[in-house]
């Protein structure tokens, strides 16, 4: 694929990412207005205690579009409530005024400001602020935009602009404040901002979509992609194959992660143009039982460059041979390859992906994300953890990193092992990305050639490297397998 391709897959991809954030946006908008609509119509936070020995209970400034030029519908955007409730049964004041007021009014007085409420926990952090001046009582103030007293006080507020400040208080002005208290909303904007995002979505996925097209889209008249037959692809109809290269640096592994890291932007924006397409392709199959040839060549391709840089990096340290970037099939120690299934089965594209893949998402999760972990008590804290991660996969690499540094080479049995476990992984892939009906077997065939589907010939001795002796114990290992297995 020419970088231009690439490049559009790539915008396409961010455009696509944007849409979905857009849409699942929207989304969560008209169930947040649902489940306004069923309540009272307020959004209400959990309730906490707030306490102070001294006079007062304030917030910290809230500041909603104080300074010149800034937009801020003023008592359009949302109403607020303030419940409290008094715990020792004196009556107290709730109300709201502009920060610069209640700053004076309060000047001199000792008060606590709460800093902080923990929505985990309910723990309160008070910013307390010293004074020896006693308060007038808050009632008799002018100053307040919205109040409310009791022993159950409720004040309800249209949001204005300006710098405003909550003040809870005894309503005699007396010190020690306790009380329970929660704040609500209530918005009537949900449903323009849920539609505006859907727009945008909308419009976002459907240039995201011309951009794809136009990425996988063959040119006219240009020749079809020629792919080998099933029967060339050994036991499953992936292959995956790589060459060890036998003169490996010693050190040039430490910095991999590093080189990697352009084919690892690059990447990333490839898998979501990978998931967006594979997606398209599920609703194709399900209505046509074909998966449309352009979306599969890129989708191979989006899978032959993971394999190869992963090949490089710590997926196997296989080869120091810098990846190129392309989609295509190139001269590279990793090669890889999916056979194009001229027809596929539309029912088995509703369950294949999640329900009978669970068997093989567990294995192939031990293979790549697992890890070892213990936990210690420490004092009456809670359980540190430590956990190993990288799987078995990179468990193995590192083995193999740690032996290719002190003793210069990687061993060739374990290089035979971990291609065996990466070329499970790519045909899970494969079959997950309902790119073949062909369930996945559970065997490791190892080595770096794709093994044989003749289980009398041993693996194809057309590519790969390692000694004869290593072949024929992989023959007889393979010859076992497939006498378990009968």
Do not use: C
Not at 43 to 48: I, K, M, R
Not at 348 to 361: F, H, T
């Amino acid at each position: 694929m020419r970088t231009g391709k690439i490049a559009l897959a790539m915008f396409g991809a961010i455009l696509g990412l944007v849409a979905i954030g857009l849409l699942l946006g929207s989304a969560g908008l008209f169930w947040a207005n649902g489940t306004q609509r069923s309540t009272d119509g307020f959004f209400t936070s959990p309730t906490t205690e707030l306490a102070t020995d001294s006079y007062a209970l304030t917030s910290t400034e809230i500041d909603l579009g104080s300074q010149p030029g800034d937009w801020f519908p003023s008592g359009r955007l949302a109403t607020i409530r303030l419940d409290a409730t008094a715990t020792d049964a004196l009556p107290v004041f709730v109300g709201i005024g502009p920060d610069s007021e209640v700053d004076q009014y309060l000047s001199g007085v000792a008060h606590a400001q709460v800093a902080r409420i923990d929505q985990n926990t309910g723990d309160v952090t008070y910013d307390s602020k010293q004074g020896s001046v006693p308060p007038a009582i808050p009632t008799e103030e002018t100053f307040w935009v919205a109040s409310a007293e009791g022993t159950d006080p409720s004040l309800t507020w249209d949001l204005e602009q300006g710098e405003w400040t909550v003040v809870i208080m005894n309503s005699d002005a007396s010190p020690g404040v306790t009380v329970e208290a929660a704040a609500s909303a209530r918005t009537d904007l949900l449903i323009p901002v849920a539609i505006g995002l859907s727009v945008g979505g909308l419009a976002f996925a459907a240039i995201a979509a011309v951009l794809l097209v136009l990425a996988i889209r063959q040119p006219d008249g240009a020749a079809p992609t020629v792919r080998a037959p099933v029967g060339g692809f050994g036991r499953y109809p992936v292959r995956v194959e790589g060459q060890l290269d036998p003169g490996l640096s010693r050190w040039q592994w430490l910095v991999k992660w590093f080189l990697a890291i352009p084919h690892f932007i690059v990447l990333f924006f490839l898998w979501a143009a990978f998931l967006i397409l594979t997606v398209v392709a599920g609703f194709a199959i399900l209505f046509t039982g074909r998966y449309p040839k352009s979306i599969f060549d890129f989708n191979v391709g989006v899978m032959r460059w993971s394999w190869r840089v992963a090949y490089y990096s710590y997926g196997v340290l296989g080869t120091d041979q810098y990846p190129p970037f392309t989609l295509a099939d190139t001269e590279y120690p990793a090669r890889l390859d999916v056979a194009y299934p001229e027809q596929l089965s539309r029912g088995l594209v509703l369950v294949k992906w999640w329900l009978l893949a669970i068997p093989q998402y567990l294995i192939v999760g031990f293979f790549t994300t697992g890890f070892i972990g213990w936990a210690t008590q420490i004092g009456d804290s809670n359980p540190a953890i430590l956990r190993l991660g990288g799987g078995l996969i990179g468990l193995l690499v590192l083995v193999a990193a740690i032996v290719l540094l002190f003793a210069g080479r990687y061993p060739q049995g374990l290089f035979d092992v971990v291609m065996g476990l990466n070329r499970w992984v790519y045909r899970v892939w494969a079959y997950a990305a309902l790119m073949r009906d062909e369930y996945p077997p559970f065997q490791l065939d190892t080595g770096g050639p794709e093994p044989s589907a003749d289980p009398t010939r041993g693996p194809d001795r057309g590519s790969g490297t390692g000694s004869e002796t290593v072949r024929a114990l992989s023959d007889d290992s393979h010859d076992i397998n497939q006498g378990r297995s009968g």
